[in-house]
């Protein structure tokens, strides 16, 4: 297939873009390059623009016969979306529609969404499954969650297919050491941890410890980024116009806080320096996800399964580019 892939440069996107041309698919990337970087992906494949810009986005759109696309180009900082909502209302709704009004120009008929778990809010039972109520409790997962309505409205009545895949908390690396994460501001834990196994920074935090979890601290999903760029490609091959799939995406078992720094001391081999400090307003004691539902309709089945070879592999990137992308 044909991919137009917006925001193709992020951390996320730029692994589904790889996964795709080793796929055998064509892929065009478009990118702002505000969090993305260029040299993540093949720079004969990137074209550099806004979802903003409608007129330059649809030009893109027709410069081929595409015959879908994948959503990677939202804001995705929680704290910053209660602080500055405007940001994500515009960019992650309003230049989202931009996409979709862009597809019906340009005559495509299929889109992979990069949605959240956010869109859940506080769990009411864990695992997590489809079927849990959305209930937002951030503008990040709002304004997620708008998109994923608009999208259901836009299948309906233009007959656009779709897949909103839900995912936890994506970590890891290529396991070649080639492509990474790289954050300007660097909110993940595992990264986190990683830098102060360097030496990057002074210490990590443990927000809460009387959490009601094994060690008292807050329990994550975490899935691998190798993982999380096959499901996108499992669920555009198998997505037909007018599909409307929602995939929850996680390795169906949580770590805690505690277990993620001592699980990177062993594979660092070196000591992580860490405070304890006090519970973050609206933080869950446990997120874990259920991904029953893709396994069964999609086959998809985790390379990276187990917290040690997500972290090994983003040590690797980290130990080998020391100030990530450079750029």
């Given at each position: 297939?044909?991919?137009?892939?917006?925001?193709?440069?992020?951390?996320?996107?730029?692994?589904?873009?790889?996964?795709?041309?080793?796929?055998?698919?064509?892929?065009?990337?478009?990118?702002?390059?505000?969090?993305?970087?260029?040299?993540?992906?093949?720079?004969?494949?990137?074209?550099?623009?806004?979802l903003a810009d409608l007129d330059t986005l649809t030009a893109a759109m027709r410069a081929k016969p595409y015959d879908a696309a994948m959503h990677f180009a939202a804001n995705c900082y929680v704290g910053e979306s209660v602080t500055e909502p405007q940001k994500y209302y515009v960019n992650n709704v309003s230049n989202a529609l931009n996409l979709l009004r862009a597809m019906r120009a340009a005559d495509v008929g299929k889109i992979v969404?990069?949605?959240?778990?956010?869109?859940?809010?506080?769990?009411?039972?864990?695992?997590?499954?489809?079927?849990?109520?959305?209930?937002?409790?951030?503008?990040?997962?709002?304004?997620?969650?708008?998109?994923?309505?608009?999208?259901?409205?836009?299948?309906?009545?233009?007959?656009?297919?779709?897949?909103?895949?839900?995912?936890?908390?994506?970590?890891?690396?290529?396991?070649?050491?080639?492509?990474?994460?790289?954050?300007?501001?660097?909110?993940?834990?595992?990264?986190?941890?990683?830098?102060?196994?360097?030496?990057?920074?002074?210490?990590?935090?443990?927000?809460?410890?009387?959490?009601?979890?094994?060690?008292?601290?807050?329990?994550?999903?975490?899935?691998?980024?190798?993982?999380?760029?096959?499901?996108?490609?499992?669920?555009?091959?198998?997505?037909?116009?007018?599909?409307?799939?929602?995939?929850?995406?996680?390795?169906?078992?949580?770590?805690?806080?505690?277990?993620?720094?001592?699980?990177?001391?062993?594979?660092?081999?070196?000591?992580?320096?860490?405070?304890?400090?006090?519970?973050?307003?609206?933080?869950?004691?446990?997120?874990?996800?259920?991904?029953?539902?893709?396994?069964?309709?999609?086959?998809?089945?985790?390379?990276?399964?187990?917290?040690?070879?997500?972290?090994?592999?983003?040590?690797?990137?980290?130990?080998?580019?020391?100030?990530?992308?450079?750029?």
């Open positions: 297939m044909n991919v137009f892939v917006a925001g193709g440069a992020g951390y996320i996107g730029s692994h589904t873009v790889r996964l795709l041309l080793e796929a055998g698919h064509e892929v065009t990337v478009y990118d702002n390059l505000s969090e993305g970087h260029a040299s993540s992906v093949p720079v004969a494949r990137l074209v550099r623009g806004d969404f990069s949605s959240t778990a956010a869109t859940y809010g506080t769990p009411v039972a864990t695992p997590i499954t489809e079927s849990h109520p959305q209930q937002p409790i951030n503008p990040y997962g709002r304004t997620k969650l708008m998109f994923e309505q608009a999208l259901a409205d836009y299948s309906r009545a233009y007959g656009i297919g779709y897949a909103a895949l839900r995912y936890f908390n994506a970590a890891g690396a290529a396991p070649d050491g080639t492509l990474g994460e790289d954050h300007d501001p660097e909110t993940h834990l595992i990264p986190l941890v990683l830098y102060a196994a360097m030496g990057k920074r002074d210490q990590v935090s443990i927000f809460g410890t009387d959490y009601d979890t094994p060690d008292g601290t807050c329990v994550r999903d975490y899935i691998h980024i190798y993982d999380l760029a096959q499901a996108h490609i499992l669920a555009l091959e198998a997505m037909r116009p007018g599909d409307r799939r929602t995939y929850n995406l996680g390795n169906g078992s949580g770590y805690s806080v505690r277990e993620v720094i001592d699980t990177a001391a062993k594979v660092t081999g070196r000591e992580i320096p860490h405070n304890e400090a006090q519970r973050r307003p609206g933080d869950p004691a446990v997120l874990v996800a259920s991904s029953e539902k893709i396994v069964r309709e999609l086959g998809w089945k985790p390379r990276f399964p187990h917290l040690e070879s997500i972290i090994e592999t983003a040590w690797r990137w980290h130990r080998e580019h020391p100030d990530g992308y450079g750029d």
